[in-house]
């Protein structure tokens, strides 16, 4: 498994115990559902998180939910 992210991808790490990465497409990040999510986790870490990756605080399953909703749009 290859740890670069693709062109035109974001990598988050989203999970509330283990964390799992997730590429997500750039184009996400103007939808104000992942724009919430953004800003929760600039809430709960500060824009610090301690492991230095963008980490979004929910679980996989409603982080799965959210981003089949924005492939739909």
Do not use: W
Not at 11 to 19: H, L, R, S, T
Not at 20 to 45: S, T
């Amino acid at each position: 498994m290859s740890s670069k992210t693709p062109k035109g991808h974001l990598a988050v790490y989203v999970g509330e115990e283990e964390e799992k990465r997730y590429m997500v497409p750039i184009l996400y990040l103007n939808q104000p559902l992942f724009l919430d999510l953004l800003n929760r986790a600039g809430e709960e870490f500060r824009y610090n998180h301690p492991i230095g990756c963008l980490t979004i605080p929910c679980s996989k399953d409603a982080f799965i939910d959210l981003i089949s909703q924005l492939s739909e749009l």
